[in-house]
């Protein structure tokens, strides 16, 4: 309820509310709480490879968590995005961070709520009720993740972290040349 719905680019299947063209794809996914974050991730021309955006919505059936924790399991997906209204279930989310870990699944966060007014509207939005931020952030840490602090800085830094990291010593080798 209350999701724009899926689009895996790599299936070449856009299950999505709006008119989506599907490009030829990447290591990028979206979890987010907010449709409309997801349209724009969608329309936007910043290059970025997709590979799935999930609008997870009021998160009644599904969750964000349960979400990542099947992404990480799927091949192609090397980094993913999630805009959170609402924490969740901590242990689902500790599995599913693990899971990510474990297969060099990068995450970069974005969480509204983190203020008293920012809590207002994410609950109003989707009834989501804001959490203590620290534990939350903290699991964050632990696994690795890149907190965020506006919609661009979430898509711009997910896009970077979706790019092979360098070998140790691709990065030391001097230039060729004559």
Request: glycine content about 14%.
């Amino acid at each position: 309820p209350n999701a724009n719905g899926i689009v895996s680019v790599a299936s070449r299947a856009p299950m999505w509310g709006d008119n989506v063209a599907v490009g030829a794809g990447g290591g990028v996914a979206l979890i987010t709480q907010s449709g409309n974050l997801g349209v724009v991730a969608l329309a936007s021309r910043r290059g970025i490879a997709w590979h799935t955006v999930v609008s997870v919505g009021n998160s009644a059936v599904v969750d964000a968590a349960d979400t990542l924790g099947h992404l990480a399991g799927v091949d192609g997906v090397r980094s993913v995005a999630l805009y959170l209204e609402g924490d969740g279930d901590g242990a689902k989310w500790a599995d599913a961070f693990a899971h990510c870990a474990e297969r060099d699944i990068r995450i970069a966060v974005l969480k509204a709520g983190r203020s008293a007014a920012g809590a207002a509207a994410g609950g109003a939005h989707t009834a989501a009720v804001a959490g203590d931020h620290r534990i939350f952030a903290a699991l964050v840490a632990e696994a690795g993740g890149a907190w965020c602090h506006d919609p661009h800085e979430l898509l711009e830094t997910v896009k970077l972290m979706a790019t092979p990291r360098p070998t140790r010593r691709s990065w030391r080798s001097p230039p060729t040349g004559s």
